[in-house]
């Protein structure tokens, strides 16, 4: 595996990954998650009976075309899985769909999915996130408790603590980072201010200088948090890892740049016998590139465990 974290990151979220859509064909499934709210999610099923199928959550200002959802999801269909490919709300250009966007705690709208699989007699479920979606896959998992709706969830780069997380972003190490980030939120505003102005103002947009100063502006305040420090505080997943119930695997790399390895001496992961923790020494954020092939490591780390959890459940 390369070894540089920042070179990891940056390669890992430009390398050019996609879905074989002639075998594999996408379903465009619209969510109607209440009157104000629809999430879209694009569906494929395998060759055959599937064997299970995957939910997929995306990071910060991604969306379902993810580079790392497509090379995962590719690998999930030759295996025999139905994916998922969700798109959170307003992400992947649905922002006339809903009247509020998303946030890291935001754990209705992937729970509503998973249930109308589950109402279409489709299953067994399994929810994998990505760094932002990892926070919210955990917190949901620990909100189920013995509730068996998935069975199992894979959480990689998650953020499980989210003050400590923005912090770093913010730092002037990752200055490349954070200014893409913020970039990225400043336009979502400007295209919601004039579909949804009631709840979006672009006034002192362009002071809003980090990622906690924009949660505290409008994150926060849009979803009744208050600050970003509440926010923060009651939406970080560390606070719902001791109440899972559900297989979990969470995957970080030790020399990741935006999430901490010391969030990760919470106890949940030496006393909860739910969570496995796999945490290479280097990976980055999302990289997890391998010199060799295959040369996407993380995909087959995470369909071997899911293939384990569907043995073990036979057995």
């Known amino acids: 595996m390369f070894r540089h974290p920042h070179l990891l990151t940056i390669a890992g979220n430009f390398w050019r990954r996609e879905i074989d859509l002639l ?60 994916v998922h490919r969700l798109n959170m709300r307003t992400c992947g250009g649905t922002e006339s769909l809903s009247e509020t966007m998303y946030h890291s705690g935001l754990t209705g709208d992937p729970r509503f999915v998973c249930e109308s699989l589950v109402a279409r007699g489709l299953g067994p479920i399994f929810l994998a996130g990505f760094s932002l979606g990892a926070n919210v896959a955990l917190k949901l998992a620990g909100e189920l408790g013995e509730y068996r709706l998935l069975a199992g969830v894979c959480a990689v780069s998650a953020p499980i603590d989210l003050a400590a997380c923005v912090r770093v972003i913010d730092g002037p190490g990752n200055i490349i980072y954070a200014r893409r980030f913020l970039s990225r939120l400043r336009d979502r505003v400007r ?97 997890f590139l391998s010199r060799r092939r295959p040369r996407f490591w993380l995909d087959g780390v995470c369909l071997d465990w899911i293939e384990a959890r569907l043995n073990s459940a036979v057995s």
């Open 23 to 82: 075998r594999f064909p996408a379903r465009r499934l619209e969510y109607v998650i209440d009157p104000r709210t629809t999430v879209v999610a694009f569906e494929h099923q395998p060759e055959g009976n599937p064997r299970g199928q995957i939910v997929f959550l995306h990071g910060l200002e991604g969306s379902s075309d993810a580079g790392y959802i497509a090379s995962f999801s590719q690998q999930a269909l030759e295996r025999g899985f139905g």
């Open 191 to 287: 295209r919601k201010s004039v579909l949804s102005p009631q709840l979006y103002s672009t006034k002192g947009l362009e002071t809003v200088n980090s990622i906690w100063a924009f949660d505290d502006q409008y994150t926060a305040p849009l979803f009744g948090f208050g600050t970003a420090a509440n926010y923060y505080a009651t939406q970080s997943s560390g606070n719902f890892l001791n109440d899972i119930r559900i297989p979990t695997f969470v995957v970080t790399a030790q020399d990741d740049p935006l999430v901490p390895f010391e969030v990760f001496d919470h106890p949940a992961f030496k006393q909860n016998p739910a969570i496995s923790l796999l945490a290479p020494q280097y990976g980055g954020h999302l990289g």
